[in-house]
Structure formats: structure tokens, C-alpha cells
């Protein structure tokens, strides 16, 4: 099955035992995304404390990509300033817009490389996206979310 | 005599094409879209190739040829529900056809029939895709009517318990479902049509999930109105059709305005056809509705009789494949009585997402997700499910390559420490 390039193990342990599940209160900024496709839903609590992210949680019901991906992501920025948070945001949404062209930076994505191969499924984008877009609207209701290289808030 | 499938198959190239990993295609979401014969194709190529012009318009031979085309596709259609030509009215969609209703009734003047006042009544059901909702729902916001709704089961069969103090004297509208497009229950209309008929109230008909699967005369039915899509029915995207009796379709106003609809037109104003064309504004969709003519013709010479037997048959298998797999859960009624070829289920531990992206894998299309129905899945508990659908197309083989295919998505999932 060509289902073991999607659903790598690292994407069903994330799924399995998902991390910063469990909604963290109180929140400078909390947000609830649906994906109108397929009715799976997220809500995620941020707070920032002088430009770095200090806490990301969240929860929600979904597939194991929209589940995982939102793990990922939110392990994956806690602790980061919000420029490089926006950075992330940015990277991974280049990846999932490549129809698996790229693979990602390692460096700067770390797990969720793992996701690469969601871009060749179109139907399957907006799950990996779910919880990252709800990070990224907090990020934006905060003022926080930087454009690449530009520095201003979008 | 059952169904020659496998020359029914022919007939559909794209069914003899691969997908994913060269898996011949399994197709088994036809309640979303079905696929089309090659004659649907040739009649709609032929159209343009050589007949195309605007109907209703035009003095040469063309626009001759294209308007009896057009005009036959509407009586065929007639023919195929038991209706008269005239009260046949092209749309793009079904869902088109229902917003027609909406809009027309919304602008009915107060001394109407159709005119909606506060605190009059609109009746829908729980099982209802949101084409059959939200139209009812902004009409009920612009008029101030409020809405009220049959509930449903725990197998998704609409709740008649309550139907005195559903339907009573303030109901003006009853708009339901023949067959959900989620749980394929079949709606028990003979007491609904009775309840609205001693109310006065127009019934409105999703007949969607049902026109192409069984054969239907609205005379039988009794209801004021009926919408389906050429799309669902081996025909065209891009036409769909709306029923409504006569004398009814004669005193709505219309919806859409423009070209064609018109008796004479001043810059102070315009006066209207008679229906059907008052409701037909601008050039319709002409290729599609000779497609849909030919779609028709195709499945009566098959023979709806005999596609609703074979269905009946392979909705019976299915179901008894899905409920002997562990883990499998059938969401809608789980007994062949009034219910149709739509199946839609849960894999307990899987998220209907990844059991359709399991299937895909395997050539197997499904649909998953919430089908545009959401009240109905809040109500049977799931956010999503995954839906096979069946079609004239679609043998046994097919339903075996999805149990199989169903068994290996948890086996693999499985081997994860996911689902069973």
C-alpha cells in the first residue's frame, strides 16, 4: 500500500498520543476552526509573553492527519518568538502547496516534514492545515503574525 | 430478469479506466454524482456539433432543431415522472430548483396563496441536505415564517410521532426528503401528504436520491412540487429540473429575470410568460438537457423497474457484508424496508477520512465527510462517515472489493495500534 508514505509512523504516534492536547486557560487568544469538507474541528488557546510563544494548546476531533498535524505544529512552536512561528507557518504552508515537490527544511520544520506527502493528496491539505490556520489566525488576533522578511504584521 | 451488469459497465468508459496504484476503479459514490454513458455524451457532443443554437430564438433552421431538441428533452422528462411538458422547468441544479421555490414564494404578494407572514409555518425534517434547508431557512428569516422539523431516529427514519403538532393550521410550506442522502431511509410520505393536504399546505419533494434509483409518477405521490438533478441520473452537470403542478406554477411569480421569460417588456416594465418558460430566464442549459433526455432514455431502456430490483438486491448484500465486519458500524436503517442503495458507516477507532483515503488507495471511491447534511449527523451522533453509494453499474463485485477493502484499512491501520 502506498497508504506507508502517507501515514508515516511518526504521523500515527502523533495521532496515538497527540501533544498540548488539552485546552490551556487562561488565553491571551482562543480560536475554533472548522474544515467545512469534512466537519473535523479544532479550537486552540495561545499565549504569548514578550514575543515568545509560551503556551499553544488545543483540542479538537478530526482525522489522524488534521490531529497529528496540529500536535506537530504545536510542539513545534512553543517556546519560538513569533517571527519564527511565522516563519514555520510559512514553510509549512510552502510545503503543503507543493503538490510533493518539496520536502521541507528539516531545520526549521523538524516533525513535520513528516507531512510532506499530505501535498500530493489535494483533498487531504486542508486536514494537515486545520489546527496550523488556527494557530495562525491567534497569531494574527495578536498582532503577532509576521510576513516573511517584511517584519510588519500582515 | 436481473441486470446485465457487466454491459451496463460498458457502456460507462470511465468505468473501465485504473486509478491510484492502476486499481481498476471500484465506483460506489454515485449518490453524489453519477457516472454517464456514452450515449449522454454523444447526445450532448452531437448537440453542438450539429444542431447548437439559442432555443426559443432565431428564425433559421438551427435554433428550429435546437428548440425541439430542448423542448423533447422536456417532455421526456414529463414522460419519466408522470407529469404534463409544461409543468416542467429546467434549472442548473436541484438545488437551483429548491431556491427557485424560495425566491418565488418570497416574492409573492401579500394576497397569495404563496406569501409567507409571520409566524407562518415551514416544515422540513432533520434529515434534510442543506439544498433543502438553507433555502427554507433564509425564506423563513426574509418573511419572518419559522421553521419547524420532523425529527429522526436512531436509524435515521423521520420521527412521525408528533406530525399533529407538526403540521397544523399555520403550516404553509412541508418540504422534505424522499430518500436521505446520508442514511438512504425512505420517507414515509402517505401520512405526511395527508397531514399537509388537511392543512392546505404546499409539499415540496427532494426527489435527488430517489428519481434516478425508482420509478416515480407525481400523481401517486401527491405532492405540489418535486426537485432532482440531471447529474445523479447518468445525464449531464448543469441541469436540473423542477416539477410543480399547473395550476400552482401559474400563479408564482418569478425568480430569475431576463431574456426569454417575458410577454412584453417597456422601460417602465415587463409582464411575464406563462410558465414554464416564466421561470426558464436567459439561454438555458440546451446540450445538457438533450443529455439528460438521453439519460432518461437510457435508463427506461433499462428499465426503472429493474435498476430498483437490482439495487434493492445489492443494498441488501452490502448491508449484510458491513454489519458481518467487526468494528463496522451501519449509519442509517440497517433493515432493506424503505431504505435505498446509500450506505453510509463508521470504522470504530478510524476517522472516515483516513478509512476513504484507505479505499482511494485501493480504487475503492467513497465518499466521506458530512454529506451537506449536518443537523442529521449531529443527531446520529458521528461528525463524519464514510458513504458508499450504489448505482445501476454496480454489482456484487464491487460491494466485495469494498468489505475487503474495509478489512484491509483496519488491518493496516491496526497494525499501528489504531482502530481494532
Known sequence: ??????????????????????????????????????????????????????????DGVGCSISQASTSVMSDLVQGRTVDEASQVIDAFM?????KGSTTGDESLLGDAVAFAGVSKYPARIKCALLGWMAFKDALVQLGGYRTKGSGEAK | ????????????????????????????????????????????????????????????????????????????????????????????????????????????????????????????????????LIPWQELARRSGAILRWFGVDDEGRIDLSNIDSIIDSRTKIVAITHQSNVTGAITPLTSIVAAARSHNALIVLDACQSAPHFAIDVKELEVDF??????????????????????????????????????????????????????????????????LHAAIDYLNAVGMGQIHEHEVALTEYALSGL??????????????????????FTVEGIHPHDVGQGLDDLGIAVRTGHHCAWPLMKRMGVVATTRASLYLYNEKSDVDALLLGIEKVQSFFGSKGIGR
Not at chain 1, 22 to 27: F, H, Y
Open chain 1, 1 to 58: 500500500m502506498n497508504l506507508e508514505s502517507l501515514y508515516q509512523e511518526l504521523i500515527l504516534d502523533h495521532y496515538k498520543n497527540p501533544l498540548h492536547k488539552g485546552l490551556v486557560s487562561p488565553a491571551d487568544a482562543s480560536v475554533h476552526h472548522v474544515n467545512p469538507s469534512c466537519g473535523d474541528e479544532v479550537d486552540l488557546n495561545l499565549t504569548i509573553r514578550d514575543g515568545e510563544i509560551q503556551s499553544v494548546s488545543w
Open chain 1, 94 to 98: 510552502e510545503v503543503m502547496q507543493s
Open chain 2, 1 to 132: 430478469m436481473p441486470l446485465d451488469v457487466a454491459r451496463i459497465k460498458k457502456d460507462f468508459p470511465i468505468l473501465a479506466r485504473t486509478v491510484r496504484n492502476e486499481h481498476p476503479l471500484v465506483y460506489l459514490d454515485s449518490a453524489a454524482t453519477s457516472q454517464k454513458p456514452v450515449a449522454v455524451m454523444k447526445a450532448e457532443s452531437d448537440f453542438y456539433s450539429q444542431h447548437n443554437a439559442a432555443v426559443h430564438r432565431g428564425a433559421h433552421l438551427l435554433a428550429e432543431e435546437a428548440t425541439d431538441a430542448y423542448e423533447g428533452a422536456r417532455e421526456a422528462v414529463a414522460r419519466f415522472i408522470g407529469a404534463k411538458s409544461d409543468e416542467v422547468i429546467f434549472t442548473k441544479s436541484a438545488t437551483e430548483s429548491l431556491n427557485l421555490l424560495a425566491y418565488s414564494w418570497g416574492n409573492a404578494p401579500s394576497n397569495s396563496r404563496f406569501h409567507l407572514a409571520p409566524g407562518d409555518v415551514i416544515v422540513l425534517s432533520e434529515a434534510e441536505h442543506h439544498a433543502n
Open chain 2, 226 to 291: 418535486l426537485a432532482f438533478s440531471g447529474h445523479k441520473m447518468v445525464g449531464p452537470t448543469g441541469i436540473g429540473i423542477l416539477w410543480g403542478r399547473e395550476e400552482l406554477l401559474a400563479e408564482m411569480p418569478p425568480f430569475l429575470f431576463g431574456g426569454s421569460m417575458v410577454t412584453a417588456v417597456t422601460m417602465e416594465g415587463a409582464s411575464y410568460a406563462a410558465p414554464p418558460k416564466r421561470f426558464e430566464a436567459g439561454v438555458p442549459n440546451m446540450a445538457q438537457a438533450v443529455g
Open chain 2, 323 to 344: 454489519s458481518s465486519i467487526a468494528g463496522v458500524g451501519i449509519v442509517g436503517p440497517t433493515e432493506i424496508k424503505d431504505r435505498g442503495g446509500v450506505l453510509s
